[in-house]
């Protein structure tokens, strides 16, 4: 475990380190002191300490650098403190989460049920030999919303794959230029169609598709591919790269078509 969560003197020397790396060569121990919480002789006193043991060069008066040895002590503290919140938070918490999911089946209080996804949402089932599983702490019949906690195992997910379909800017035709059938059938069979842009809803309504949202169009698919729904992002020319951006960050497959009267052109990412 880091040393800084064994005993103050380390933690407050770990955060004194810290200040002067982020500030050097000039550090002013007033600034510091008021960031740790500590006054300013404790500041000068550490850092003495800080020189003494190697972690801290003196270069002249208030400029001072962490030498290679701070460095490494740093690096060898942070790690300690990033595993202790990986235990924290992948542990710890996972094991008091509470979530909601929908009930497939009359659920008790105190039932171990099996953990999976449908169409992006969570269900539930009373049984206790799936891949994931979790304790009632609610009632439910089927169709009713159940609270879950204490989850086991790992739902298994099928990530989503999103078609994002250009729509010509209004200057250069805007949704007449589009094939509304071709439209209506590349969204047929998917989970989610999100819309961004003027055109892009006018061409939806055209081809009779109803559209989930017109917001954050690459954060919405993005989300729903990562709980394995398939979706379409039909998007003006000029926001292409704003969807696709979100997409990207979210590592998550998708492919650009258009889709005109012409026909379709496709480009696999």
Known sequence: ????????????????????????????????????????????????????????????????????????????????????????TDDVLESVQEDAAIATERIESGDTVTLSLRDGLLHAAPEDDGPATGVATTA?????????????????IDPGRVTVVQIPSARSGGSRAVSTDELART????????????????????ADVDVETTFAAGEVAAAAAARGVDSVVVATTDLVGRVTDALRDAEV???????????DVSTAR
């Open 1 to 88: 475990m880091s040393g800084a969560l064994e005993d103050k003197r380390t933690a407050t020397r770990f955060r004194i380190l810290v200040e002067i790396a982020d500030r050097q060569p000039a550090v002013s121990q007033g600034e510091i002191a008021e960031a740790v919480g500590v006054t300013s002789q404790a500041v000068s006193e550490y850092i003495r300490e800080l020189v003494d043991d190697g972690y801290v060069e003196k270069e002249a008066r208030s400029r001072y650098r962490v030498t290679k040895e701070g460095v490494d002590w740093l690096f060898q503290e942070a790690k300690g403190l990033r595993r202790f919140a990986e235990h924290v």
């Open 140 to 156: 439910a019949d089927p169709g009713e919303d159940v609270s879950v906690t204490g989850f086991e195992g790992i739902i298994e």
């Open 187 to 206: 969204c047929a069979d998917v989970g989610l169609v999100v819309a961004a842009g003027v055109e892009a809803v006018v061409a939806l309504r055209a």
């Open 253 to 263: 497959l998708y492919e650009v078509t258009e889709t005109t009267g012409d026909g």
